[in-house]
């Protein structure tokens, strides 16, 4: 783990500690081209082996991870205090799960889409590169602009 140049209190994660946090939670997003054009859904994951599983029915999602080669995953969380948090970032090819054996050890692994329908298609994705951070948040009062714009360049009138 290393200190970012830019922020003393962002840590760049170690790959075993990228796999710690993606183990500590079952959902991330998954990002990919579907035509021309970025989609971003939510899914339910399991780490397997060095690879993250999840599954899919037939339209969208299906239709474009046969079309491409690499997709992008992202899962955040925060520790149980709320004072420190993660993300982690997996960039990788994914694969529909067909043989058997692995289906059958997939299953082993308790794997439930939240949304209900079909969703018997499997996708292993194997990393072609992890990384992830953790930091501390900042306060909300540092999120947001001043309601007055004028405020925030000093130039409030008193009176």
């Excluded at 082993?108 to 953790?134: C, F, H, N, Y």
């Amino acid at each position: 783990m290393a200190k970012t140049s830019t922020d003393q209190d962002t840590t760049e994660l170690s790959v075993h500690d990228c796999w710690k946090y993606l183990e500590s939670t079952s959902t991330c997003r998954i990002a990919l081209i579907n035509g021309d054009v970025p989609e971003i859904f939510p899914v339910n994951y399991v780490p397997n082996f060095g690879t993250i599983l999840f599954r899919t029915g037939p339209g969208t999602k299906y239709s474009a991870l046969s079309e491409r080669g690499v997709i992008a995953l992202e899962a955040d969380g925060f520790n149980r205090y709320g004072t420190i948090a993660w993300s982690v970032i997996i960039k990788g090819n994914p694969e529909f799960v067909t043989m058997p054996e692995e289906i059958q050890e997939a299953a082993s692994t308790d794997l439930s889409p939240w949304q209900p329908g079909a969703k018997d298609i499997l996708v292993r994705v194997t990393p072609l590169e992890i990384s992830g951070r953790r930091f501390a948040p900042d306060p909300p009062s540092k999120w947001w602009l001043p309601l007055d714009p004028a405020a925030s360049r000093g130039n409030v009138d008193p009176s």
